[in-house]
């Protein structure tokens, strides 16, 4: 008797899994736990769902994304948490209350565990901000794009690596809007997702500003159009900037350990008001259908989440742990306290914002990358009618599935 474990792929995960499995076998000798990284891919969730297809999932895996939660309902995949003994209160007692019900399927069922969020916000290379007299971080578009024209403007000659306000990988594929355009919706729109009540809600003013925002970095050379991500250009110092979530601090502690740095918002359209909030980037825990042992699994993923492992996670990954109290829990205020560069992405736990509950989620996004990289990468079309195409798309996609 055992049961299987897919932690995600990257090296810090690997060796948490490692103490957490470590642990967890020294208690229970007669059930171990197995722990192999999620296989690769060109992303875990399709990886997944090849697995889900061929019935070779593991018992439980910490790596889910929630937009991809509704299909591996739909499918029959994931045990109802809802049915474990304790999973209400646990729910309540460590996921704060401002997001617990965004974890929730269509049917009001709970089939994952809300485990650890990576808000989006952007850190900037301090060497550069008397160069560039920069004294505050820019707030808005026209502040972040008046840094951007003097670093375009800068001579060549000086000695200095800088030459981009920031990078994106613009590959059309899903995954990457993850980390451009949707936090920068989230941001610009006050906290809004791509849809509301099942319809599209992003034809609007405000995605079209974010798609403006991107099409005059890329037209005016502001940022890196380069597909070759072979080097990593903050660390090279080749950009001002980067588009970035807490893990990044662990990178650059091994990486490149004299970078003077700081955190910062994602910039907003000029007269935004109210709190600038941010996409959670998160992950969460399911226990597959197939498992012969759903209590027991239930008893790791316990173990898996309990205070210890949480601050496991943030001392080894630098990933914040979704739960309620984060900076004031002793067990966690000593390591901010430590750590206070990382105080920013903690205030934004409780108020990130995730994902939409829909199987075509990926399918959304795919349409979004087409249509960011026809109107901000290329300009071969507007950013007004790259929106317009793109909530037409996303129109047909849903009403497919209507009918």
């Known amino acids: ?169 613009i590959l059309p594929i899903w995954w990457q809007r993850l980390f451009d355009f949707y936090p920068f919706y989230i941001a610009a729109s006050g906290g809004k997702t791509l849809l509301k009540d099942g319809k599209v809600d992003f034809d609007n003013d405000t995605a079209v500003k974010v798609f403006e925002f991107f099409a005059e970095g890329y037209e005016k050379g502001y940022v890196s159009k380069s597909l070759l991500q072979m080097e990593d250009l903050f660390i090279k110092e080749k950009v001002l900037a980067d588009i970035v979530g807490p893990w990044r601090v662990s990178h650059l502690a091994k990486f490149a350990p004299d970078l003077k740095y700081t955190y910062g918002p994602l910039p907003r359209p000029d007269g935004s008001e109210g709190p600038g909030l941010s996409y959670a980037d998160p992950k969460s825990i399911v226990i597959f259908n197939n498992t012969p042992y759903p209590k027991m699994a239930w008893e790791f993923v316990k173990f898996l989440v309990s205070e210890e492992n949480d601050r496991m996670l943030l001392d080894m990954t630098a990933q914040l742990p979704i739960r309620s109290g984060l900076l004031e829990k002793a067990t966690f205020k000593e390591y901010f306290d430590a750590n206070p560069g990382l105080k920013i992405f903690a205030e934004q736990v409780p108020y990130a914002v995730g994902v939409d509950r829909t199987i075509y989620l990926q399918e959304i996004f795919d349409i979004i990358s087409q249509e960011f990289d026809a109107a901000c990468v290329h300009g071969v079309k507007t950013p007004k009618e790259g929106i317009s195409d793109a909530a037409k798309r996303v129109r047909l996609l849903l009403e497919r599935d209507r009918t």
């Open 1 to 169: 008797k055992y049961l299987t474990y897919w932690p995600a792929a990257n090296q810090q995960e690997i060796d948490l899994a490692k103490k957490v499995v470590e642990k967890w076998n020294k208690i229970h000798p007669d059930f171990p736990v197995r722990m192999e990284p999620i296989p690769s891919g060109q992303s875990s969730e399709e990886v997944l769902l090849a697995a889900i297809a061929g019935k070779t999932t593991p018992d439980i895996c910490s790596n889910i994304w929630p937009g991809v939660m509704e299909q591996y309902v739909e499918a029959g995949a994931v045990v109802n948490l809802d049915t474990m003994p304790g999973f209400d209160s646990l729910l309540t007692a460590r996921i704060p209350e401002t997001v617990v019900k965004g974890y929730s399927s269509s049917d009001g069922k709970y089939y994952q565990l809300p485990w650890k969020s990576n808000p989006v916000l952007f850190i900037y290379n301090e060497r550069y901000f008397d160069i560039l007299g920069i004294d505050s971080l820019p707030q808005s578009y026209s502040e972040f794009n008046e840094i951007a024209k003097k670093i375009k403007e800068m001579p060549i000659d000086d000695g200095l690596p800088l030459q981009w306000i920031h990078y994106r990988n």
